[in-house]
């Protein structure tokens, strides 16, 4: 069956970096693309962008341009996500999920909390 | 304020029919498909509806999408405890050029 397991949580400092992997399996891995996905405490979803599986293109949200960067390794299967110069109101639960097509994801990872805190 | 607007809460008891909205405009709903995830406490969010109306296998036919202009609309029939729940809704917006999301309504089983 198609799963994405996710890396543990994370605590960090304001002004840190933070690298989340989702190791996929039951699927091939270059046919679909990653979409990551965060969610504040509380809070509803927010988008954050696309890595293609294929070649590694990306599309990343306007409010994260210049600090989030989305990687992936065909040889394990595995799209990584980081968040540089972290801030407190970067705590959230992310996601990764397997991208049919804009806005279709299925299925999802179990999710990694993050927690930014001085 | 989410760019897709949905309604806080919705509530049924069980057996029921309860239904929750989905309004947009023309960048988004109004050009590209809405997707529908119900997230359980504490779970990620899974998909329940892709491509306005299309169901997934392996959720019931009990949840039935629909959309009409700038709006889309998500149905559980027969309502169960199981359904107690957050809904999103989701459609790629072309002028922000982003996914963007509803703000979840959450289905209370009385």
């Known amino acids: 069956q198609v799963q994405l397991v996710q890396s543990g949580a994370e605590v960090k400092k304001p002004g840190a970096s933070v690298k989340v992997s989702c190791k996929t399996s039951?699927?091939?891995?270059?046919?679909?693309?990653i979409t990551w996905v965060r969610q504040a405490p509380g809070q509803g979803l927010e988008w954050m962008g696309w890595?293609?599986?294929?070649?590694?293109?990306?599309k990343y949200a306007q409010k994260f341009q210049g600090r989030l960067t989305m990687t992936r390794d065909t040889s394990t299967s595995t799209a990584y996500m980081e968040l540089r110069n972290l801030r407190s109101d970067d705590t959230a639960v992310f996601y990764c999920?397997?991208?049919?097509?804009?806005?279709?994801?299925?299925?999802w990872g179990q999710g990694t909390l993050v927690t930014v805190f001085s | 304020q989410s760019v897709l607007t949905q309604p806080p809460s919705a509530s049924g008891t069980p057996g029921q029919r309860v239904s929750m909205s989905c309004s947009g405009g023309s960048s988004n709903i109004g050009s590209n498909a809405v997707n529908w995830y119900q997230q359980l406490p504490g779970t990620a969010p899974r998909l329940v509806i892709h491509?306005?109306?299309q169901r997934p296998s392996g959720v019931p036919d009990r949840f039935s999408g629909s959309k009409s202009g700038t709006s889309a609309s998500l149905a559980i029939s027969g309502l169960q405890s199981d359904d107690q729940a957050d809904y999103y809704c989701a459609a790629w917006d072309e002028s922000l050029n982003t996914v963007v999301f509803g703000g979840g309504t959450k289905v209370t089983v009385l």
């Open positions: 039951g699927y091939t891995f270059i046919s679909y693309g």
């Open positions: 491509s306005d109306n």
């Open positions: 999920a397997r991208d049919w097509t804009t806005g279709w994801y299925d299925p």
């Open positions: 890595i293609s599986g294929f070649n590694g293109n990306t």
